[in-house]
């Protein structure tokens, strides 16, 4: 960023903007005059080349003072990366072109403020089984055949407004005042029809140690189901 800041074309846009200013804020030709003094001294006390700023407002004042006449209109624009040293000499290299050339970086502020949320991919599946996870090591296991992001969201409105009737999430957070990992939400298993989602869940939840299911289907239901989840029941009871 130096180096750009260093670089004279900058400099010389700088001392425009500060003259285009001075022009539309000036009520008359005197108060303008005294302006423009100002500029060139602020300009000078912050290490401006005073050969630098006389042209640059010679430039400005008397545009025919150029020779190139062309330049004026530019037969294109072209925009690329500041890369001192090259940069420059591609510039001039598209002046002998009647092109006009302008520098950008990398290193905006947008770039350096804004941080971009990576993305969940899981979580926008629909028709799964999902489990969340507990600080207690504890999970809850349930359904959905929606996206698994918005059962997720309406899990933590139950949470935090209390809707204990609504969730067995929510009750188990409010009993124990424990912090659920909602960053650690996953997919167990997907399947499409309803009928298996469900006797699918139950039979996750009853193959899960330790968890805090909601409507869970009696074993003799879930009993056909378990092998295709690749576990095995340590035991059945009806």
Known sequence: MKDLADNGVIKKGVIKSL??????????VNFF?????????????????????????L?????SHNNNQQRQNPVANMTIPYIPGISEKLKKLGNNFNIRTAFKTNNTLRSILTHTKPINKEQNEKNCIYQIPCQCGKHYIGETSRPLDVRIKEHKNYVRNYQVDR????????????????KEASIIQKEQNFGKRKLKESACIQLNGGVFPNNVFP??????????????LEYVTY
């Open 33 to 57: 005059n005294q302006e423009k003094d100002h500029i060139k001294n602020s300009l000078k006390e912050n290490a401006y080349p005073i050969n630098l700023v006389d042209k640059a407002f």
């Open 219 to 232: 074993v003799k239901y879930y009993r056909i189901h378990y092998c295709s989840l690749g576990k095995t």
């Open 167 to 182: 969730s067995n999430l929510a009750q188990h957070v409010w009993d124990n005042h424990h912090q659920i990992n909602w």
């Open 59 to 63: 430039q400005i004042e008397n545009p």
């Open 19 to 28: 003259y285009d200013r001075a022009k539309l804020v000036s009520s008359n």
